[in-house]
């Protein structure tokens, strides 16, 4: 599935063609989901048909105790074939009810490992897919998946197939008895099943629609949620909360709506089914009491056909049920098998190469890169890095400088050429080796909810505490650290909250230095400090950068200086190349951007 298709899965409509390739790519995930569930499936569908068939042999029971032993009592004061009826209705319903406990016991453990498996599966292939999908697909999104939609599922598989199965089961059985003690009875229900099948038709058709609609705005409602609580400061700042009080007032107001449209369509077919359901039992009344009183029917058997015809009709509530589940879970489905369909745009190599000490080199050969094919970042880009060095890219906003670095940390592939670490193109790199090699600190400097020491430690997970201290020393961290409530110790909560921005971006420097790649890359990283405390993480920086190869992607010229080489870009081209030094002397544009900074100085 292509990146546009995940972004119009929320449509209501579908062409024919596209529902086909849907509910292909649904089968496929559901048989895979199914699999390995197999044998406790075929256990539990053994169950549920011996308890509803015990369950179905009441009626039958009563009306061979109504005409077999009441005139046994009667006639001949006999009551051995009332007591063995009664027996029999007893252990019947004991043994139905045991065996349904059984079942129920048993598809609760087939619905968890169901789901077990499923959010497992979108968790690791969330995680695997590239950059690119989680760019262009909303956190509010991913986020529906992994709840709002595994719950329908969930929905479904604890009571929904339940309810159908027994259901369908139940309506077979007593078709079957009833032909068995009186055809003329079962003639009467088939007389109804036209109608019946019209009604039922219309409901699947109607409900599907509403029933869509609901998920829709259901996900939509979501997504603002979560969009909203993620970029509150944003909100806050541009005084935003009345606007998107609005818009979220929209989203309650559409998804309340189309819930009402939804609760319609049961409106219509509760009570149609309700007056189907009765009108026929007074069919077999009249046209079984005639039969009585002229003799050609028993009082039982005629209690048993009232009592199978009542009950035909039972199930087809809980068949609608079903179906409501059925629809939000089968929309859920699709959605998720959307998401696991989707392929990462930066494969893993099938064949590898192990590159277990870099050195650093990096080569950028005819690299021809564009987001979208008109939108050109890097027309055609060559450049090579000797190991060891620090580069400092400057230029525009959108000159390509962070798509360079996302190219080195394949985090994207170019659309043309190769870009190669020791010789080595990054497509073919062992994806350990890869990440072991290249770290990029982003302007952003996440921190996750858990301790400092665990932060610091996530490129290097089995480090020691001595090392870790060890690397928040290097980068002029640990003085902040160790005057924290718990040290290292302290919890940052989520997003690093219990830390400030600059000093997020101090740990996640003591991250990197921790990890101790071949190949650095920082995107702005000291974007979030203020002039002093950049000044302190200055010696901090030299040694985060000493002996390997640093990209370093600055706005401030301050950080630059400790560069060994400066490249300017401009729309994906270099136009300079050289030492700070000899660029500052010059005419050109480093040289201008210099001047400015200095003067922002004064």
Do not use: C
Not at 114 to 142: C, K, P, V, W
Not at 241 to 266: L, M, P
Not at 504 to 525: N, T
Request: net charge neutral; hydrophobic share 50%.
């Amino acid at each position: 599935m292509t990146l546009a298709g995940v972004e119009g899965e929320d449509r209501q409509d579908y062409s024919r063609a596209e529902s086909r390739v849907i509910r292909q790519r649904s089968s496929r995930l559901l048989g895979s989901l199914l699999r390995p569930l197999r044998g406790r499936v075929i256990v539990a569908m053994v169950i549920v048909a011996i308890s509803t068939g015990l369950q179905t042999a009441g009626p039958a029971l009563i009306a061979i105790g109504i005409d077999t032993g009441l005139p046994a009592i009667v006639e001949r004061a006999d009551a051995l074939p009332l007591a063995i009826v009664v027996l029999l209705y007893l252990a019947a319903a004991v043994v139905g009810a045991v065996l349904m406990w059984h079942y129920t016991m048993l598809s609760a453990r087939i619905s968890q490992a169901f789901l077990y498996d499923l959010r497992g599966r979108i968790y690791r292939h969330a995680q695997r897919l590239s950059l690119e999908f989680h760019e262009s697909y909303t956190s509010g999104r991913i986020i529906a998946r992994q709840t709002n939609d595994l719950d329908s599922i969930r929905e479904l598989l604890d009571s929904g197939i339940q309810g159908l199965i027994r259901g369908v089961l139940y309506m077979v059985f007593i078709a079957i008895a009833l032909v068995i003690i009186d055809p003329l009875s079962a003639a009467v229900i088939a007389a109804s099943l036209p109608i019946l099948a019209l009604l039922t038709w219309w409901f699947q058709a109607t409900s599907q629609r509403a029933f869509r609609a609901t998920r829709v705005h259901s996900a939509r409602l979501i997504v603002k949620f979560v969009e909203t609580m993620t970029g509150i400061r944003a909100v806050k700042a541009f005084r935003a909360e009345q606007r998107n009080q609005r818009e979220f007032g929209e989203h309650v107001e559409n998804y309340r709506a189309a819930n009402a449209k939804a609760i319609g369509v049961f409106g219509i077919f509760d009570p149609s089914l309700v007056i189907i359901g009765n009108v026929t039992v007074a069919a077999v009344l009249l046209v079984g009491g005639l039969r009585v009183a002229g003799g050609a029917l028993a009082v039982g058997v005629l209690l048993a056909a009232l009592m199978y015809t009542r009950r035909f009709f039972d199930p087809m509530e809980e068949m609608a049920q079903f179906y409501n589940s059925y629809q939000s879970a089968a929309a859920a489905l699709e959605k998720i098998s959307g998401v696991l369909e989707e392929t990462p745009s930066v494969p893993d190599p099938t064949r590898p190469i192990e590159l277990r000490q870099a050195r650093g080199a990096i080569d950028f050969d005819g690299v021809r890169f564009a987001y979208r094919d008109d939108r050109v970042v890097l027309p055609d880009f060559e450049l090579h890095i000797p190991a060891g060095q620090t580069v400092a890219l400057v230029g525009s906003t959108g000159a390509g400088k962070t798509t360079l670095a996302k190219l080195v940390s394949r985090f994207y592939d170019p659309s043309t050429g190769t870009v190669s670490l020791d010789g080595v193109d990054l497509r073919k790199l062992h994806p350990k080796d890869l990440r072991r090699a290249i770290v990029m600190v982003t302007q952003e400097a996440y921190l996750f909810s858990g301790s400092v020491a665990e932060n610091i430690a996530l490129g290097k997970p089995a480090a020691e505490r001595a090392e870790i201290e060890a690397a928040a020393r290097a980068v002029g961290a640990h003085e902040f650290i160790t005057a924290l409530p718990d040290g290292y110790d302290t919890d940052v909560n989520k997003r690093g909250g219990r830390v400030s921005a600059g000093q997020r971006q101090l740990l996640s420097f003591a991250r990197a230095f921790l990890a101790d790649p071949a190949v650095l890359i920082l995107d702005e990283a000291t974007a979030s400090l203020d002039i002093p405390s950049e000044r302190l993480v200055q010696h901090g920086l030299t040694t985060l950068l000493a002996d390997r190869t640093a990209i370093v992607i600055a706005h401030r010229l301050s950080t630059v200086a400790i560069a060994d080489r400066v490249l300017v870009m401009e729309r994906g081209r270099i136009v300079e190349d050289g030492a700070p030094d000899e660029l500052i002397g010059g005419t050109g544009r480093f040289a201008a951007l210099h001047a400015a900074w200095r003067d922002s100085l004064v």
